[in-house]
C-alpha cells in the first residue's frame, strides 16, 4: 500500500495547525478476504493447554442471536471434544459442518489467561 496524500483543490486549508490529509474513499475488502460466515472467531487449542474460546462474536449474527459470548469456551461441537484440539483441526470442523451444535461454558479467567500468553 502506498502513502498517498490526496488534497481537495477547491477547499482553503491555511488555518489549519497541522497538514489537511484526505484519505482515499471506502473500497472494499478484496475478493480474497474470506468472509465469516459462522459469526464468531475463535482462539486457543492444544498448544496453548487451555483449550478453544470464542474471541469474538459478530453482533447481529445467528452466533449472537444464540447467546454465544466472548470467553465461552467450547467444549464440544457436535459431540466432537474441543477441550484438547488443535486449533486448525477446530477450524477444520467447524467450517465444514452443515449444523453445527456447540457445548460451551462462559469462562473468561483462562480466556484471559490464554490473551495474556499471545504474542502478536
Given at each position: 500500500?502506498?502513502?498517498r496524500v490526496?488534497?481537495?483543490?477547491?477547499?482553503?486549508?491555511?488555518?489549519?495547525?497541522?497538514?489537511?490529509?484526505?484519505?482515499?474513499?471506502?473500497?472494499?475488502?478484496?475478493?480474497?478476504?474470506?468472509?465469516?460466515?459462522?459469526?464468531?472467531?475463535?482462539?486457543?487449542?492444544?498448544?496453548?493447554?487451555?483449550?478453544?474460546?470464542?474471541?469474538?462474536?459478530?453482533?447481529d449474527s445467528?452466533?449472537?442471536?444464540?447467546?454465544?459470548?466472548?470467553?465461552?469456551?467450547?467444549?464440544?461441537?457436535?459431540?466432537?471434544?474441543?477441550?484438547?484440539?488443535?486449533?486448525?483441526?477446530?477450524?477444520?470442523?467447524?467450517?465444514?459442518?452443515?449444523?453445527?451444535?456447540?457445548?460451551?461454558?462462559?469462562f473468561p479467567?483462562?480466556?484471559?489467561?490464554?490473551?495474556?500468553?499471545?504474542?502478536?
Open positions: 500500500m502506498s502513502n490526496y488534497v481537495d483543490p477547491k477547499g482553503n486549508y491555511d488555518d489549519y495547525q497541522y497538514p489537511v490529509v484526505f484519505l482515499p474513499p471506502y473500497e472494499n475488502p478484496p475478493a480474497w478476504i474470506p468472509v465469516q460466515e459462522l459469526g464468531f472467531n475463535i482462539r486457543g487449542g492444544k498448544a496453548s493447554q487451555l483449550g478453544i474460546f470464542i474471541s469474538k462474536v459478530i453482533p445467528d452466533a449472537d442471536h444464540a447467546g454465544l459470548q466472548e470467553g465461552d469456551q467450547v467444549l464440544a461441537v457436535n459431540d466432537i471434544d474441543f477441550q484438547d484440539i488443535e486449533h486448525s483441526k477446530a477450524v477444520e470442523i467447524l467450517k465444514s459442518a452443515k449444523e453445527i451444535t456447540m457445548r460451551v461454558r462462559y479467567y483462562n480466556f484471559h489467561r490464554q490473551k495474556e500468553r499471545t504474542v502478536h
